[in-house]
């Protein structure tokens, strides 16, 4: 009888090993799959990123378009008041619609200054994404390795 339980409690030591050994093979697969699903959560976020970077660019295209129809305008009308009170296109009248025009490529160059400070920024919020979503893989990875380690341990631990 002391044989047999022997062999038992032996046969039973195996099996508690195995079961352990399949239940952390179990949680790599599941670590591995999270990090992959984190990453590639993180990798469409830089796509959104990317995207709204070229809306950016598409918006202050449309906006200068928008701003030289305005300045043209504007233009116009000075040019308007300045022959309707009776001054001529020459001096005074000159300066002001060359001040206007200076003034209007100031304001364009700081809408593109603003455009492009907020695409970098844009850019790098999608880097941050992507890199966020290496460090999620690469934690599973270490996860996944850690109980392929737990699982060797238990079987190594019952038959070693």
Do not use: H, P
């Not at 001096?91 to 809408?111: F, H, P, T, V, Y």
């Amino acid at each position: 009888m002391g044989f047999l339980t022997a062999i038992t409690a032996t046969q039973a030591t195996a099996a508690a090993a195995g079961v352990s050994a399949a239940v952390a093979v179990g949680a790599a697969k599941q670590a591995s799959a999270a990090g992959k699903y984190n990453q590639a959560i993180q990798n469409r976020n830089a796509q959104i990123k990317e995207q709204e970077a070229e809306l950016i660019k598409k918006q202050l295209e449309f906006d200068l378009a928008q701003f030289d129809k305005k300045f043209a305008r504007f233009q116009g009308t000075t040019k308007t008041r300045i022959l309707k009170s009776g001054a001529e296109l020459s001096g005074s009248g000159l300066r002001i619609l060359r001040a206007n025009a200076e003034q209007a490529e100031l304001e364009k160059d700081i809408m593109d200054y603003n455009s492009k400070i907020n695409q970098a920024r844009t850019f790098e919020q999608a880097n941050f994404a992507r890199m966020q979503g290496q460090v999620a893989r690469n934690q599973a990875k270490a996860a996944e390795l850690g109980y392929y380690a737990q699982a060797g341990t238990s079987l190594l631990t019952a038959y070693g």
